[in-house]
């Protein structure tokens, strides 16, 4: 009797072990062939009035009840029911941290406002929904285990590929105490999160955005600064045109090579470090 109870716990162990590793086989294969340019087309957080308007319209298929707050659960819902977006759905972290970020920086309108995203915060978790997705991507293919952590090791083997999202390590160790920033041993998703949107990792593969969450806000602080800087440059205070021609920051193959050609001569030395400007 004991050997067939052990028999029959050994073969209901063995397949969930299968279950699990076909799951995260799937889930790999799954994000391989993530379609970036219709995931860019689902979350229009772009400042244009084409995409103010379908923002409106899909604000409102998040919003069931007409109370012009968003809680976690209806954003999930919207990415799955409204967006169809299933690959983004599957990222709980992703999500989690894209709404925590909207609600961090948008101005209080109301005493929950700390636990909802408003209006005036969803072009923001629209856009970070997009940043945040790209880094689960990368964190879960340096997730060796599948575990949602990354150990020490697998830090180590994955230089590679961090080298070719942005970040060149010299150190692993070091790095990976920079990254661990709770001390606990393993690096978590929000604290890789942090670190990456902090050295722009870039998945190369991915569908270019046109900003990060880092340099955007709809705060009426931000609107007023922005239509300042507008009337200076009218006056002909400030060539804002002129300046942004020549500071390439967009996340364009084009503006990328004129980066690469601008850190060149930044670097005359070939050191893979710019040198302190005196």
């Given amino acids: 009797m004991f050997h067939k109870a052990k028999a029959k716990a050994d073969a209901d162990a063995k397949a969930k072990a ?39 319209k899909m604000f ?53 406002s700390g636990d909802y995203v408003e209006w005036h915060e969803f072009r923001y978790l629209l856009l970070c929904l997009r940043e945040y997705f790209e880094f689960h991507v990368m964190f879960d293919r340096a997730d060796k285990n599948d575990d949602d952590r990354i150990d020490l090791k697998e830090f180590e083997r994955s230089v590679d590929l961090l080298h070719k999202w942005g970040v060149k390590i010299d150190d692993p160790e070091k790095s990976f105490k920079e990254v661990d920033t709770n001390n606990g041993g393993k690096i978590l998703f929000s604290e ?21 969450p880092a340099t955007s806000t709809e705060t009426k602080e931000g609107v007023a600064k922005s239509e300042a800087e507008k009337g200076e440059a009218k006056k002909g205070a400030i060539d804002w045109k002129e300046i942004n021609a020549k500071l390439p920051f967009e996340r364009t193959k084009q503006q990328k090579e004129l980066r690469k050609q601008l850190f060149n001569k930044f670097d005359p030395n070939n050191t893979g470090y710019a040198i302190n400007i005196q």
């Fill in 192 to 212: 890789f999160a942090a670190w990456a949107l902090k050295h722009s990792l870039d998945l190369e593969e991915d569908y270019d955005s046109e900003e990060k």
């Fill in 60 to 112: 409102k298929g998040f919003d069931p009840n007409g109370n012009g707050y968003l809680s976690l659960a209806e954003v999930q819902k919207g990415l799955r029911d409204v967006l169809q977006l299933d690959d983004v759905f599957d990222c709980k972290p992703a999500i989690f941290s894209a709404f925590k970020a909207a609600r961090e920086k948008g101005k209080a309108k109301s005493s929950v």
């Fill in 18 to 56: 299968e279950a699990e590793a076909k799951a995260q086989a799937d889930k790999k294969r799954k994000q391989s062939g993530i379609n970036w340019e219709a995931i860019k087309e689902k979350l229009p957080y772009e400042r244009t009035k084409e995409q103010k308007e379908k923002r409106q």
